[in-house]
């Protein structure tokens, strides 16, 4: 049989030979062993220059376009013959070095990839409507609008500044071909606080206030820290922030570049899931030792110096975003250097919940005295409890990254990122600064007149960005 396959070869090489002309007689060629693989060296026999035949490159057989190697099964041509994609920079690696041994930059994604990112961002400052601590002559009480009266910390300090952070992302594509993959990552940035804290001096100087609107007469009205002859005391304005998330993706070559491609760009496509959450808090709380003068009350009722009294007020929000994301990365690479850019779109539920608290505390040591009674300033009767709510909601996120190639398995870049949420609650926008003085137990006016409606602004809704400079390692196989 094999001396039949050899003569057979023969007479289609002499007819060959006839039809082209009468061609210089070639031997015939040692049969290759089925032992050689895409990527081997051709044996000398076929009179041409040794080359290297990559893997996932051409298509058809022998006698297909391109008189390539047949490629494997499952995958055809024209004419219906096996082929392979084009080339890319996921696969042969080998072939790659061979044809181009200067290339610096590594050949295409590996299998498998680890980041690890330091982030340096900033978080958009928190809302607010309200003026926290205000001072002025003693005779202007630190009411607002008084030709005197300055603001300490108002709305415009709830900023958080830069805050650090990580990310890690670990992926994977299948298969010598690498078309299909997964990812997951992860990313925290620290909890970052901002606060603000004032005192007075024993005898109650300077003047400290707590301003709000009267919503009885819609009239400045004042919550007294320290006053001299009256009170001395202290007040605390701190909020903090906190962000974490994670997310799980498939992903899908889209295009990828020929070797031989000077610039090489790959796109793919991903879907997957995302969750993250948004936790913050907003805090203020004031203590005064009662000096003497006046005749403050607590819940009604005459309190004597050298009496306590502290109020506190705090609305804590966590936002959970659940939901299904959709996006693109692209990588182009030149020489040692890589610009990636992915842009990702999240959509689905954010799963919110306000709690907010108040209460005043009044400590008598001389009449050994001590009460508590519900309600600070902005969080009183009227609002506080906990508040659940469900929101559509889409987050988007964009990054694009500059890298170096020092080896074909460690990139460092560095980047710019930006995410974003459109529906999300915020501390310093869930209450109102008009207060009505009959629910406040350290008002002159507790539990007398009627209770003016005021709107309840527990669930108002905002939005939150963070964005920055990232700093990135990659590693890869």
Request: net charge neutral; charged share 10%; hydrophobic share 35%.
């Amino acid at each position: 049989m094999i001396k039949g396959f050899f003569g057979t070869i023969a007479a289609l090489a002499a007819g060959a030979g006839i039809a082209a002309g009468q061609s210089p007689y070639v031997p015939p060629p040692t049969p290759i062993s089925p032992a050689m693989n895409y990527g081997e060296v051709q044996p000398a026999e076929f009179n041409v220059p040794q080359q290297v035949i990559p893997p996932q490159f051409g298509q058809g057989g022998p006698g297909g376009p391109g008189g390539m190697m047949e490629g494997p099964p499952g995958l055809t041509g024209p004419n219906g013959m096996p082929s392979y994609p084009p080339p890319g920079q996921y696969g042969a690696q080998s072939y790659e070095s061979a044809i181009n041994p200067n290339r610096a930059s590594p050949t295409g994604i590996s299998h498998y990839y680890l980041t690890f990112d330091y982030l340096l961002w900033s978080v958009s400052a928190q809302p607010s409507n309200v003026p926290y601590v205000t001072t002025s002559a003693p005779s202007d009480r630190g009411l607002a609008g008084r030709s005197t009266t300055a603001l300490l910390y108002s709305n415009t300090d709830l900023g958080y500044g830069l805050s650090s952070g990580f990310r890690v992302t670990g992926g994977w594509f299948k298969g010598e071909d690498r078309r299909y993959g997964y990812e997951i990552s992860g990313f925290s940035l620290e909890q970052k606080s901002n606060s603000y804290f004032a005192q007075s001096a024993n005898n109650g100087v300077p003047v400290l206030a707590r301003p709000f609107i009267d919503a009885t007469n819609n009239t400045p009205a004042v919550l007294t820290i320290s006053q001299p002859n009256l009170a001395n005391g202290n007040v605390l304005v701190s909020t903090s922030n906190r962000i974490f998330g994670a997310e799980v993706s498939g992903l899908v070559n889209m295009y990828r570049g020929c070797p031989s491609d000077g610039a090489r760009f790959t796109a793919h496509g991903l879907l997957g899931f995302r969750f993250m959450e948004i936790d913050e808090k907003l805090e203020i709380s004031s203590a005064s030792t009662l000096l003497g003068g006046g005749a403050p009350l607590f819940n009604g009722l005459p309190v004597f110096a050298p009496g306590t009294i502290t109020v506190q007020d705090g609305f804590h929000a966590v936002n959970r975003f659940y939901g299904g994301q959709v996006g693109i990365q692209t990588e182009l690479r030149y020489s040692r250097y890589t610009f990636g850019f992915t842009g990702k779109l999240a959509a689905g539920v954010m799963n919110q919940t306000l709690d907010i608290t108040g209460q005043s505390a009044l400590l008598d040591p001389t009449r050994g005295l001590a009460q508590v009674a519900l309600g600070g300033v902005y969080a009183n009767s009227m609002n506080i409890g906990r508040y659940r709510n469900d929101e559509f909601a889409v987050v988007p996120e964009f990054s694009g990254t500059f890298g170096y190639n020092w080896t074909s398995w460690l990139t460092t870049s560095v980047g710019y990122n930006f995410l974003y949420a459109n529906r999300v609650l915020r501390p310093g926008n869930s209450f109102s600064d008009r207060v009505n003085p009959a629910v406040l137990p350290t008002s002159q006016n507790f539990g007398t007149g009627s209770v003016v409606p005021i709107v309840n602004r527990a669930l108002t809704q905002d939005e939150l960005f963070a964005q920055g400079v990232t700093f990135s390692l990659l590693m890869k196989y």
